[in-house]
C-alpha cells in the first residue's frame, strides 16, 4: 500500500458528501472514485472532485486501484456492495445499517471473518468522546447498578428528504433501520446485551409503506428494563443529533438529554452530562438529597475520528472498533423488534450458533 491511500465511495448522498470533504481534507487520502447511478448531480459531484463515476462497483473495482471503500448508498445496496469489495479484499466502511436484513448481514459478517478482509459499521457515534466518559460514571460505585434507561430519538425530517431519497419511504428504509440502528448501539455499549423486546409502531402521519412512530420496552441480560421513543415526524429536541453537539448542521440543545440512565445509587443525564448520586457508604433514600457532578468532556467530530480509525485499521495499527460482527448484532435486536411489531408479543433477540451474549 503506497503512503496515499485512495478511497471509493459509492453514494455521494447526504452522509456520503460528509465522508468525501473528511477524506479530502487528510494529507494521506483522496476520494479517487465515485459509484453512483449517473444523473446531472452525480456527474457534476465527480467533476467536481475530478474523481471517475462508476454506475456499479464491481466495474469500479475492475478499472480502478483503491485501497479502501466507503458505502453509503441506500440499504437495499449495502450486501452486494460490501460482498464485491470483500471478495476483492478491499476494506470497506459500510453506512448503517450493515445490510437491510439480518440474514445477510450475517452473511455478510461471516465472509469478512473468513477472508480476513475488515469490514466497518458506519456507527459512528462509537468514536464519540462523550460515550467514554458517560461509561465511567456508569460504571462506578456512585452509579451502582443499572436499573432502567430511558431514550428518545424524536425529530421532524422534512418532506424533500423523502422527496430526494423515495428508498427512505419504502421497505428497507423508515427511521428503525435509518436512526433507531445507532441507538440500539448504544443501548449495548452501554447497558449490555439485550434479551427481549416489545415493540409497537404507526405510519399514521406520513402513510409510507414504513414506520414513522415506534415504542418499545427492552430487557437486558443483566436484568435492567428500557423504554424507547422513535419517530421522524415529532417536533421534539429530544434527540442525539440535537443534544450531543456534535453536528453543526442541526440546532442545538447542550441542556436537554436524550438518554437517562438510573442506577441503585445515583443517575446520569446523558448527553448533557448531569449526574446525581447519593453518598458513597451512606444508606441510599428517596428522602436523601444528592449529591450532583456535572461531568467533563472533550467533544469532538466523531465522523471524523471514525475515519482516522479506518485509516489506522487500513495501515494494520488496530482492528476494527464497529465491526460487521457488531453490526450483525445490532441488526439482531432491529430484527426482534421488527417481529414484535408484527406480532404484538415479547420477543426474543435470537441469535445464530456462533453467537455469545456475553
Same mark, same amino acid.
Given at each position: 500500500?503506497?503512503?496515499?491511500?485512495?478511497?471509493?465511495?459509492?453514494?455521494?448522498?447526504?452522509?456520503?458528501?460528509?465522508?468525501?470533504?473528511?477524506?479530502?481534507?487528510?494529507?494521506?487520502?483522496?476520494?479517487?472514485?465515485?459509484?453512483?447511478p449517473?444523473?446531472?448531480?452525480?456527474?457534476?459531484?465527480a467533476?467536481?472532485?475530478?474523481?471517475?463515476?462508476?454506475?456499479?462497483?464491481?466495474?469500479?473495482?475492475?478499472?480502478?486501484?483503491?485501497?479502501?471503500?466507503?458505502?453509503?448508498s441506500?440499504?437495499?445496496?449495502?450486501?452486494?456492495?460490501?460482498?464485491s469489495?470483500i471478495?476483492?479484499?478491499?476494506?470497506?466502511?459500510?453506512?448503517k445499517?450493515?445490510?437491510?436484513?439480518?440474514?445477510?448481514?450475517?452473511?455478510?459478517?461471516?465472509?469478512?471473518?473468513?477472508?480476513k478482509?475488515?469490514?466497518?459499521?458506519?456507527?459512528?457515534?462509537?468514536?464519540?468522546?462523550?460515550?467514554?466518559?458517560?461509561?465511567?460514571f456508569?460504571?462506578?460505585?456512585?452509579?451502582g447498578e443499572?436499573?432502567?434507561?430511558?431514550?428518545?430519538?424524536?425529530?421532524?425530517?422534512?418532506?424533500?428528504?423523502f422527496?430526494?431519497?423515495?428508498?427512505?419511504?419504502?421497505?428497507?428504509?423508515?427511521?428503525?433501520?435509518?436512526?433507531?440502528?445507532?441507538?440500539?448501539?448504544?443501548?449495548?455499549?452501554?447497558?449490555?446485551?439485550?434479551?427481549n423486546?416489545?415493540?409497537?409502531?404507526?405510519?399514521? @402521519?406520513?402513510?409510507f409503506?414504513?414506520?414513522?412512530?415506534?415504542?418499545i420496552?427492552?430487557?437486558?441480560?443483566?436484568?435492567?428494563?428500557?423504554?424507547?421513543?422513535?419517530?421522524?415526524?415529532?417536533?421534539?429536541?429530544?434527540?442525539?443529533e440535537?443534544?450531543?453537539?456534535?453536528n453543526?448542521?442541526?440546532?442545538?440543545?447542550p441542556?436537554?438529554?436524550?438518554? @437517562?440512565?438510573?442506577?441503585?445509587?445515583?443517575?446520569?443525564?446523558?448527553?448533557?452530562?448531569?449526574?446525581?448520586?447519593?453518598?458513597i457508604?451512606?444508606?441510599?433514600?428517596w428522602?436523601?438529597?444528592?449529591?450532583?457532578?456535572?461531568?467533563?468532556?472533550?467533544r469532538?467530530?466523531?465522523?471524523?475520528?471514525?475515519?482516522?480509525?479506518?485509516?489506522? $485499521?487500513?495501515?494494520?495499527?488496530?482492528?476494527?472498533?464497529?465491526?460487521?460482527?457488531d453490526?450483525?448484532l445490532?441488526?439482531?435486536?432491529?430484527?426482534?423488534?421488527?417481529?414484535?411489531?408484527?406480532?404484538?408479543? $415479547?420477543?426474543?433477540?435470537?441469535?445464530?450458533?456462533?453467537?455469545?451474549r456475553?
Amino acid at each position: 500500500m503506497s503512503d496515499g491511500l485512495r478511497f471509493l465511495l459509492s453514494g455521494p448522498g447526504l452522509i456520503g458528501k460528509q465522508h468525501a470533504r473528511l477524506i479530502n481534507s487528510r494529507p494521506d487520502s483522496s476520494l479517487s472514485v465515485v459509484v453512483a447511478p449517473p444523473s446531472t448531480r452525480n456527474e457534476a459531484f465527480a467533476s467536481a472532485i475530478e474523481a471517475p463515476l462508476y454506475a456499479d462497483i464491481e466495474t469500479a473495482l475492475k478499472n480502478e486501484r483503491v485501497d479502501a471503500a466507503i458505502i453509503s448508498s441506500p440499504n437495499s445496496f449495502h450486501f452486494d456492495q460490501a460482498m464485491s469489495c470483500i471478495e476483492e479484499g478491499i476494506p470497506a466502511l459500510v453506512e448503517k445499517p450493515l445490510t437491510d436484513n439480518v440474514d445477510t448481514a450475517r452473511i455478510l459478517a461471516e465472509r469478512s471473518a473468513t477472508l480476513k478482509v475488515p469490514v466497518l459499521t458506519g456507527h459512528h457515534r462509537t468514536y464519540s468522546p462523550l460515550l467514554g466518559a458517560a461509561s465511567a460514571f456508569l460504571n462506578s460505585e456512585r452509579f451502582g447498578e443499572l436499573v432502567a434507561v430511558q431514550g428518545t430519538a424524536l425529530f421532524y425530517k422534512p418532506a424533500h428528504y423523502f422527496k430526494e431519497g423515495v428508498w427512505r419511504t419504502k421497505i428497507g428504509g423508515g427511521p428503525v433501520l435509518i436512526n433507531l440502528i445507532h441507538e440500539i448501539g448504544l443501548l449495548r455499549y452501554f447497558c449490555g446485551e439485550i434479551k427481549n423486546v416489545f415493540a409497537l409502531a404507526n405510519n399514521s @402521519h406520513r402513510r409510507f409503506e414504513v414506520e414513522d412512530t415506534v415504542a418499545i420496552t427492552f430487557e437486558f441480560l443483566n436484568g435492567a428494563l428500557g423504554s424507547f421513543l422513535l419517530s421522524d415526524t415529532a417536533a421534539s429536541s429530544k434527540s442525539w443529533e440535537m443534544t450531543s453537539g456534535e453536528n453543526p448542521a442541526y440546532p442545538s440543545f447542550p441542556k436537554e438529554n436524550c438518554y @437517562h440512565f438510573a442506577g441503585t445509587n445515583g443517575s446520569l443525564d446523558f448527553p448533557s452530562m448531569r449526574a446525581r448520586y447519593y453518598a458513597i457508604g451512606s444508606d441510599p433514600s428517596w428522602w436523601s438529597a444528592f449529591e450532583y457532578d456535572e461531568l467533563s468532556v472533550v467533544r469532538a467530530d466523531p465522523l471524523k475520528l471514525q475515519l482516522d480509525h479506518f485509516v489506522d $485499521v487500513l495501515r494494520q495499527k488496530t482492528t476494527p472498533k464497529a465491526s460487521a460482527r457488531d453490526g450483525y448484532l445490532n441488526m439482531l435486536v432491529v430484527d426482534a423488534i421488527k417481529r414484535s411489531i408484527g406480532s404484538q408479543t $415479547v420477543v426474543p433477540c435470537r441469535l445464530g450458533p456462533a453467537e455469545t451474549r456475553a
